[in-house]
Structures are given as C-alpha cells and as structure tokens.
C-alpha cells in the first residue's frame, strides 16, 4: 500500500471505527482518530492475512471490516488512556474530592 493511500484510508476507517466504537469515543482529538485508523489499517490488514482472507481482485470486504473492528477497538483504548473526564467528584461545600 502507498503512503497517501494508508493516511486516506486511516481517516476513512480511523472515522468508522469512532462511530462504531462503544461508549466515550468523542473524548478523543481527530489526530488520534486519525492514528487509530491508520493504525487500523496497517494492523487489519495483516490481521486479516493471517486469518486466511484471500486478496480479490475487486474489494476487500472482509479486510475492510477487519480494519474498521480493529480501529474501533483502537479508539476505546485511546479514549481510555486520553479520554478527558466530563464531570468532576465533589464532596461538602462543592470541593472537588
């Protein structure tokens, strides 16, 4: 795969993957969304290799919907490790804990 085509394809898959991704996955910056699927990408790539999905001529269905589980899996690691909280911990008198 070419470099332009992994960073296009990274966005596309890196966008699905933070929409099909479970739970607090708009905590995350559209640079590491972007990372996450070309991470995606890269890694469902191979992921699907080994598998045994054989490359087609036409489209990768399968490789694709690997890249895309793969990428989701990668935001909620992200959002995980980077996620910003929403609400804080308060105690008496309004003090944060």
């Given at each position: 795969?070419?470099?332009?085509?992994?960073?296009?394809?990274?966005?596309?898959?890196?966008?699905?993957?933070?929409?099909?991704?479970?739970?607090?996955?708009?905590?995350?910056?559209?640079?590491?969304?972007?990372?996450?699927?070309i991470?995606?990408?890269?890694?469902?790539?191979?992921?699907?290799a080994?598998?045994?999905?054989?490359?087609?001529?036409?489209?990768?269905w399968?490789?694709?919907?690997v890249?895309?589980?793969?990428?989701?899996i990668?935001?909620?690691?992200?959002?995980?490790?980077?996620?910003?909280?929403?609400?804080?911990?308060?105690?008496?008198?309004?003090?944060?804990?």
């Amino acid at each position: 795969m070419e470099i332009v085509g992994v960073i296009i394809a990274g966005i596309i898959i890196g966008l699905l993957g933070k929409w099909v991704a479970p739970s607090n996955r708009d905590n995350i910056p559209l640079w590491l969304t972007v990372i996450c699927g070309i991470g995606g990408v890269l890694i469902g790539y191979y992921a699907a290799a080994a598998l045994g999905v054989a490359a087609t001529p036409g489209v990768d269905w399968v490789r694709w919907i690997v890249s895309i589980i793969v990428a989701a899996i990668l935001v909620m690691i992200a959002a995980m490790m980077t996620g910003r909280r929403r609400g804080r911990l308060t105690g008496k008198r309004g003090k944060a804990i």
